[in-house]
């Protein structure tokens, strides 16, 4: 009688083994291990499924992500698009470009320096009056996100879905960009300003100096749109405050 007790003991031990080395070979088709952190893509993903033995489906993590990515760019969009969004912020402030840091340095020697300052604020304001404009364009790229896409963004850094958006965005952007950037200039009189400054400048130099202002404020605004996105996403990725859905709380929230 021990000896049937025994050997039952050893074939459920055995089976039990069995299955769980082909969960994990199942597992390890999915995903690799993480070199930091140790864990699998399934074990990121999961979250507190540990405790209920619910994965979660491709599709749900694909769901995650794309709400992951519109609520950065939503989020960022909003905070650059309200007043000194870019001005008041010394990361992203968009300050004159190299080549005309000269003019900047002459025409401040001649007492000039309020018109440099007025040029160097409307070029915030055009950025801050177009981030408001981007939704739609970051949304149809959202929306074409893959499942390979998602699960290499789930295995990548803080910043992966941001690289992903910039990747999949960033020509369409800066061609949708550029008219909104040249609208607002306009708009916020940067250009006149702008002119004021070169032609104050040329009055006093030979050398004239005229950059394409809508494309350098158009590069320095989608460089910091990109850099608050992927602010966002680290937040979502770390701090449970940050993960405002049920999707993102079941996606992020046992990583």
Do not use: C, H
């Not at 979250?47 to 619910?54: D, R, V």
């Not at 998602?150 to 061609?175: C, H, M, N, P, V």
Request: a positive charge.
């Amino acid at each position: 009688m021990k000896r049937i007790i025994f050997t039952a003991i050893i074939f459920g031990l055995f089976v039990v083994n069995i299955q769980a080395q082909g969960l994990k070979g199942l597992m390890n088709k999915v995903t690799k291990k993480d070199s930091t952190s140790g864990k699998s893509l399934l074990d990121n993903v999961t979250g507190s499924s540990s405790k209920t033995g619910n994965s979660l489906s491709n599709d749900d993590i694909i769901t995650g992500l794309k709400e992951a990515l519109r609520v950065g760019t939503d989020s960022a969009s909003k905070k650059l698009s309200k007043a000194n969004g870019f001005f008041g912020d010394a990361a992203i402030k968009i300050l004159m470009p190299a080549e005309a840091q000269k003019v900047e340095k002459t025409l401040r020697g001649f007492g000039l320096g309020s018109v440099v300052d007025k040029a160097v604020l409307s070029m915030n304001r055009a950025a801050e009056d177009a981030a408001s404009g981007v939704g739609n364009i970051f949304w149809n790229s959202i929306k074409q996100m893959s499942v390979t896409d998602g699960l290499q963004i789930l295995k990548g850094g803080d910043f992966a879905a941001t690289d992903y958006l910039r990747k999949t965005t960033s020509i369409e952007l800066t061609e949708k960009f550029r008219p909104v950037i040249e609208a607002s200039l306009v708009k916020v009189d940067a250009t006149k300003y702008w002119n004021d400054v070169f032609s104050n400048y040329n009055k006093f130099s030979g050398t004239k100096i005229n950059p394409d202002l809508t494309a350098y404020v158009t590069e320095k605004a989608l460089s910091g749109l990109f850099l608050n996105i992927s602010l966002e996403e680290q937040k979502i990725r770390k701090d449970p405050a940050a993960q405002v859905t049920g999707i993102l709380k079941s996606v992020f929230g046992g990583k």
